[in-house]
Structures are given as structure tokens and as C-alpha cells.
């Protein structure tokens, strides 16, 4: 019985009788150190593996495995795209029918007015082949002559907001490279800028890294295009006396400087102009560009391999 | 839990992981998309716990930014800690509470926006906040939407185990 003075668990606590011995790593503790050595190994290994790709995003082993690994999931890949594709099909047939009255009206209207320029530029081309041989005119590369499309499917989409970036199902086995131009039928959609044995990423007109030197059609003014707010184009360094309207077409400039060769050859369709601004304030014209192009439901592209010679 | 769990969960995850790079990164309602791999693996971190979840994170992380040719890693990293945090919220609070799948889906969808953020943030690249801002919304509603039925399916192929396989921190005295 314990003393007076003395409480309880002072009592308990002073009794002489032999505990068993703690074991220094009890199952709950165990497993406890057991979870947060695998969370570590794992935050470890997906540091480590970001790091070597970040440090050589386009070379090395790691890349190869990488390019390896993406072939041997694209069978599931077109797998589960075959699977979607009636309900995909079925969406844009609907989708298409709602829009095809007032579409039907626009593109009477736009195809009078391009059956009138065909002619024109058809007299005016001819003209200038001829001049061109005549005068023995030297001229860099131009689209479409001395490129081979490879065409291809587009295997995977941004995966984010953050991603600009598809993969296309053609890589160094189709003779792309890197900074090949990638177009569709409407017009450019962006550059490769990763390569793998049989498949390629390309970087589009709206990642932040992507600058195309573009030109007016109408008034040969010049520009860079580049991204805009959210996923919009812009034609950039326009100087403001220079004339840029509404509804003028742009395509890529091409080479100017053979010192400084372009990546892309002249005459690529990029865009309309949508909008033309002035500010007080800023050094350049803002203008905004509509992209031929369909940036976010790519199917299908063609990447621009030169031909030998050219 | 048994290796053949572990398999399980894994399948899972490879089909979910397909079937967002191939089909759902092109729907977008609203500036958002829909992500199933995200809510997989909630409902497997949820059922298994933290270390599942953690590594379900890692190999679905993974199988994205290969498929995508991405920057390898890069998912892996965030779904790992995502996928973590996800495993010891079941394990200890969230245990047998019909509303957890839903507290997480809604919860997670946001951190996985802004910790994917962060990451492009620390690797100098440009990552504008505006457009994750304006999208995560509409991806969070998707993601409820497809809450339940994965949450489900994940149930009935991963049947709940006995809590006292759970590790936890919390001993009671007495």
C-alpha cells in the first residue's frame, strides 16, 4: 500500500517488479518507418529520373529507354483511340450538323472569293517562274517545293495547362529531325523538338518557347508570331506605323539571312489576322492572330522533311 | 493485402493511365478536362493505403510521362505524393466515411493542379497560372463525376481490408 505522501502513479512508477523489454522497433513504429522509406525511395527515384531527363531532354540513355517504352505502350494506345473513336466520330457529326447551316453560308461566300484570286495568282505565278528563270534568281527553300510529308497520327495530347506538346507516331526511322516544321492540311502547327527512334514531340505555335518569323501576304509587313494570353497567337515586333489589317493572311518568312538560316521554309500558312490594336504605351502594333490550324484536335499531321538537294 | 492486390491495383492503373493520354486529354469542358488516372488513384490509395497509393502514384506518373514523352518524372513526382497523402488520409480519418472518396477527389484535383504548377514553377519553366485557375473548376466537377463509379469499380476489385492492416500513428492508451 503506498504511503500517504506518496500518489499513485509515483507508486507504480517506483515498483520493483521486471517489465518485459521494450523491442526498440515496435509493428506500428516498423511499419510507420517502413511507409515513409518507400515514400522517400520513391520521391528519390522520380527526382533522380527528372533531373537526368531535364539535364539531357534529348540524347542519352535514358531518352532511348524512354522512346522504347512509349513504342511498346502504343498499342494500347491505338487500342483505346479505336475503341473511342465511333463515340469521337459520332460527337463531331452532331457537333458538325448544328454549325453546317451558318458554316455553309461563310464558305460560299469565302470560295467565290477565292475562286477569283486563284486566277489571279495562277497568271501571276506563271509570270514569275518565268522571271525567275530569266533572271537565274537564287531563293532559298520554299513550301512546298524540296519537302517530303511524312505523314502521321498524332499519338498523344497535352496531358496539362502546362503542356504544349503532342507526340506524333514517326520519329528517326521516317527521317525527322529535329526543328522539323509540322503542318496539317489547313496550315503550320508547330516544330519537332525531341526525337526518338519511332516517335517525335512537337512543340506547337502556342508553347511558350515557340517563336515563327511570319510575313503580312498582302502587305509583306513582318513579324514574330508567338503565344498570346491563354492559347491565342500573336504577331509580335510589328513596328506601328507599319500596315496591318483585319483579315490578312499570314505565312512564315522564311530565310532572309543565309547566315542565320529560318526553320521553316517561306510560304508555310499560318493564320489570319483578328484583330489589330494600338496602345500609347506599348513599342509594337498588338495584333491577334486566328491560327488556320485547329491546334486542339489534331488527328492527323505531316512533318516537313526536306529532300535531298534541297 | 496480398501481391495479387497489388497486381490488381497496377491494372488499374495502366487502364486508367491509357485511357487518359490516349481519349480524355482532348475533352475539355470550360477550360477543364476530366482525370481518371487522378481519381484511380484515389480510390486505390483510399482502399490500400499510403504505401499503394504512393507507389500507384509513381508507376502512374510514370506510364503518363512516357507515354506523352514528357519530362520523365515529372507526374510521377507529384502523383507519388499526391497518391501518399491520399493513403494516410484513409488510413486514419477517413476510414469508412462515404464521403472521403468525394473530400479527396475535390481536394486532390486542386494540389495536383498547383503541385504540378510548382514543379514547372522550380524548373524554370513558364507555367501561367491563369489557365489552371480558370480550368480547375470544371475538372473538379468532372472529377466528381467520375468519382462514384471508379470509386466502385475499384471497391468491388479491390474488396476493403481489415483496418489493423492499416498502419497508423495513433495508439490509444487504456
Known amino acids: 500500500m503506498a504511503p500517504p505522501n506518496r500518489s499513485a502513479r509515483v507508486e507504480v512508477l517506483g515498483s520493483s517488479v521486471q517489465r ?37 531532354p534529348t540524347a542519352g540513355a535514358l531518352h532511348d529507354v524512354q522512346g522504347a517504352a512509349s513504342s511498346a505502350l502504343r498499342p494500347f494506345q491505338i487500342a483505346a483511340d479505336r475503341v473511342a473513336r465511333p463515340f469521337r466520330d459520332a460527337y463531331r457529326w452532331f457537333d458538325g450538323l ?48 524540296g519537302f517530303r510529308a511524312v505523314n502521321t497520327a498524332v499519338i498523344s495530347f497535352p496531358s496539362g495547362p502546362f503542356t504544349k506538346q503532342i507526340a506524333i507516331a514517326a520519329g528517326a526511322n521516317k527521317g525527322i529531325k529535329l526543328n522539323t516544321p509540322v503542318v496539317t492540311g489547313d496550315g503550320l502547327i508547330g516544330r519537332v523538338t525531341n526525337v526518338f527512334s519511332k516517335t517525335a514531340v512537337v512543340s506547337l505555335l502556342t508553347d511558350p518557347d515557340s517563336y515563327v518569323a511570319a510575313r503580312d ?24 506605323q507599319a500596315t496591318v489589317k483585319k483579315g490578312d493572311r499570314l505565312v512564315t518568312d522564311g530565310t532572309r539571312d543565309a547566315r542565320y538560316p529560318d526553320l521553316y521554309p517561306y510560304g508555310i500558312p499560318i493564320g489570319t489576322v483578328s484583330s489589330v490594336g494600338i496602345q500609347d504605351t506599348a513599342s509594337y502594333l498588338q495584333v491577334q492572330v486566328a491560327s488556320f490550324a485547329d491546334l486542339g484536335s489534331l488527328d492527323s499531321v505531316a512533318a516537313l522533311v526536306k529532300t535531298k538537294g534541297s | 493485402m496480398s501481391a495479387f492486390d497489388g497486381v490488381k ?26 482525370d481518371l488516372l487522378l481519381v484511380t488513384l484515389v480510390a486505390v490509395a483510399l482502399l490500400r493505403g499510403s504505401v499503394f497509393g504512393a507507389a500507384g502514384g509513381f508507376f502512374g506518373g510514370i506510364l503518363v510521362d512516357v507515354a506523352t514523352l514528357g519530362q520523365l518524372g515529372l507526374t510521377a513526382l507529384v502523383l507519388t505524393v499526391a497518391g501518399y497523402w491520399i493513403g494516410r488520409y484513409g488510413e486514419t480519418t477517413g476510414r469508412e466515411r462515404a464521403h472521403a472518396p468525394f473530400l479527396s477527389v475535390a481536394v486532390v484535383t486542386v494540389l495536383y493542379g498547383f503541385g504540378l504548377l510548382l514543379v514547372h514553377f522550380v524548373l524554370g519553366e513558364r507555367a501561367p497560372a491563369g489557365p489552371l485557375v480558370r480550368g480547375l473548376g470544371p475538372a473538379m466537377l468532372l472529377n466528381l463525376l467520375l468519382a462514384a463509379p471508379v470509386y466502385g469499380l475499384a471497391r468491388r476489385l479491390l474488396r476493403p481490408v481489415d483496418r489493423g492492416d492499416f498502419a497508423t500513428e495513433v495508439q490509444l492508451l487504456g
Open chain 1, 20 to 56: 518485459s523489454r521494450s523491442n526498440a522497433y515496435p509493428s506500428r513504429s516498423r511499419s510507420a518507418l517502413v511507409r515513409r522509406l518507400v515514400l522517400a525511395v520513391l520521391v528519390l527515384g522520380a527526382l533522380a529520373l527528372l533531373t537526368v531527363s531535364f539535364r539531357s
Open chain 1, 98 to 145: 448544328t454549325k453546317a447551316k451558318s458554316q455553309n453560308a461563310v464558305l460560299r461566300d469565302e470560295l467565290r472569293t477565292a475562286r477569283a484570286q486563284a486566277l489571279a495568282y495562277r497568271a501571276a505565278a506563271v509570270k514569275a517562274q518565268n522571271l525567275e528563270r530569266l533572271l537565274n534568281y537564287e531563293q532559298g527553300a520554299t513550301y512546298p517545293n
Open chain 1, 217 to 240: 501576304l498582302k502587305t509583306g509587313v513582318r513579324g514574330v508570331i508567338r503565344h498570346g494570353q491563354g492559347n491565342t497567337l500573336i504577331l509580335d515586333q510589328v513596328p506601328k
Open chain 2, 9 to 34: 491495383a497496377a491494372a488499374l492503373l495502366f487502364v486508367a493511365a491509357i485511357v487518359q493520354v490516349s481519349i480524355l486529354t482532348q475533352v475539355h469542358v470550360l477550360g477543364g478536362g476530366p
